[in-house]
C-alpha cells in the first residue's frame, strides 16, 4: 500500500498519526517554547506534526508540501 499526499490528508488526525507511527520514520524533531515539531518520512513524502510540547498531544499532522520548509528544517535539525 502506498499513499499519496492528497490520500494522506483524507485520514483524521488520528488515523494519521497511526499511519506514521506504523510506517512512518522519525527523521527529526525540534522543541519550541509551547510545541514539538517533528519531521517524518512516510512512503515518498514527508510529513509534518505539531504537539503541544505542555501535554505532548498531537494538534497537526500534514505533508509538507513546500521543499524550502523541509530543506529548512533539515539544515537547521543538523546544526543541533
Excluded: W
Aim: charged content about 30%; glycine content about 2%; proline content about 2%.
Amino acid at each position: 500500500m502506498i499513499l499519496s499526499k492528497s490520500e494522506f490528508c483524507q485520514f483524521s488526525l488520528k488515523a494519521k498519526k497511526r499511519l506514521v507511527m506504523e510506517y512512518g520514520e522519525l527523521l527529526l524533531d525540534r522543541s519550541f517554547i509551547q510545541e514539538k515539531v517533528c519531521i517524518y518520512k512516510i512512503y515518498e513524502f514527508h510529513v509534518e506534526a505539531i504537539y503541544n510540547k505542555q501535554n505532548n498531544e498531537l494538534i497537526k499532522m500534514e505533508p509538507i508540501f513546500s521543499i524550502p520548509l523541509l530543506k529548512y528544517y533539515v539544515t537547521a535539525g543538523k546544526k543541533k
